[in-house]
């Protein structure tokens, strides 16, 4: 019996390998040492006609209507064509898993994954995390500072830090919005600033803090997250126009926030969701702006030089 058994797995086990061969797809060589073999997807091929590092299909899902530069960067978040076509990001996205970070600060800064929102799954989004002194590689830290979020709307905005930033370099700050925004302008003493994160050697300002009120105009709506510490109560008002920020995470009644400065204000302005509101002290019949919101910028007219601070 035994030595019928034996010829029986010796053909059977022939028969096997020679079946595995004949298997093989056009193309593939056998492999005996197993390894991985990972065939193309349907339909997808590496070709790359005109040999720039970016193969046709990705190419023609990206630009079907354009020949894109390999070193050319359409979202402007500081990862060219190629590197986020080795990267699997969205080359038209500067945040490809939304999470509040570029995709050039998760490689590069962060080396958290771009196309994961929350790469250490702790269940907080890395941009979150960052913005928070939080690691995003670490699910079980937790945030020390204080973390807020400010929606923008595509178009001109007008806004405050409502908390003292970690980080005050304009850049720094915002970071979360890379690519989305296209200038940022302040008011300060009199006199008009901008900042340019294209070209920001002919900017004139580069910081952000609390206290002041910001005109930043988006290319598209996205929420800026903020994290730092609790700031001042106070902000030093001058004479005439001021354009300044509300230095609170909670809305007040608008009377009561400025009871400090009552008899000394004449008019306090801002610009929510594209729309003018106003607060007239003085007939207040004429005024639609009933309550000072955080996070947003105001315009201020003292009649004389003064500190404002909150009760």
Known sequence: MEKLIHPILTAFTGFCLLFCFWAIPAGLTADTSFSAVIPPAPGVSDTDSDGDGLPDWWEARYFPSANPGPADDPDRDGLNNKKEYQSGTNPLESDSDEDGLSDYQEIYRYFTDPLLEDTDRGGNSDGYETAGAASPLNPDDDASA???????????????????????????VLAPIAGKYEV?????????????????????????ETGAGYWIKMSESASLIISGTSPPKSVSLSKKWNLVGYNSGTPQDIETAFSSVSGKVSAVWTFINGQWQLFDPVTPPFSNLFSISPACGYWVYAEEDCTWTLP
């Open 146 to 172: 204080e973390v807020f979020s400010i929606s923008l709307r595509e178009g001109w905005n007008l806004i405050c830090l409502p908390i003292s930033p970690l980080n005050t370099d304009i850049s720094s």
């Open 184 to 208: 940022v302008w302040t008011y300060q003493k009199g006199n008009w600033k901008s900042y340019d994160p294209v070209t920001p050697p002919f900017s004139d300002f580069f910081s952000m």
